[in-house]
């Protein structure tokens, strides 16, 4: 299993469950993350399910790594402006970063270079060292300028990966569709896993 140091950022758009399945996935294939969670986040994450976060970036991680099982360490929250947390320097940078779900104000961000919150600082981090960033879009219709924000990102180098699941796998439960696409970024991340049967393979 190849052993990792990802970021994974929770922002506010609809579908904060694919955010979390994700971290579960991560922390069940042993790697170490960086979980940065936006506070509109931890608003969506209260009503779409039946978590309910602490608000203090600690908390969140006791919580976080009693619920997914994460061994000492492998799970590490900073806050949202937390500017000497290790992912907000060239010099301690993951190899890579993904922020699943990804709203349009995040995207805008990135691509503009803003870095007003650690989220945003640690994209354009992984963007200048050059290391690999997932941006896992979620709102809909796009606009000309969400559009361009998507060009620009894609032209650094970024995965635009939008939360476009596919149904050739017959998908059977809201929880089904989900993996769909954690599967998706699981696999530009290079991570073996369980949850979707490639395309192609007659046991489908």
Request: hydrophobic share 50%; charged share 15%.
């Amino acid at each position: 299993m190849t052993q990792l140091a990802i970021t994974l950022a929770i922002t506010g758009a609809s579908g904060a469950a694919y955010g979390l399945r994700l971290l579960e996935q991560l922390i069940m294939a042993k790697q170490t993350v960086y979980l940065l969670v936006s506070a509109p986040a931890q608003i969506v994450i209260g009503i779409e399910t039946d978590l309910e976060l602490p608000s203090h970036p600690i908390a969140i991680q006791e919580y976080l790594s009693e619920r997914y099982h994460a061994v000492p360490g492998q799970l590490l929250v900073f806050g949202h402006e937390e500017w000497t947390a290790p992912i907000a320097s060239g010099s301690a940078v993951p190899q890579a970063m993904v922020i699943c779900p990804c709203t349009n104000a995040t995207l805008a961000a990135i691509a503009n270079g803003l870095s007003r919150s650690l989220i945003e600082r640690a994209a354009d981090v992984v963007l200048k060292e050059q290391r690999k960033l997932i941006l896992v879009h979620r709102e809909t219709p796009l606009s000309v300028i969400h559009l361009e924000n998507m060009l620009r990102l894609a032209k650094l180098g970024a995965i635009i990966l939008p939360a476009n699941p596919g149904f050739y796998h017959h998908p059977r439960s809201v929880n089904d569709i989900i993996d769909f696409i954690v599967a998706r970024v699981l696999d530009h991340l290079g991570l073996v896993h369980c949850l979707l049967t490639p395309w192609g393979n007659n046991d489908q």
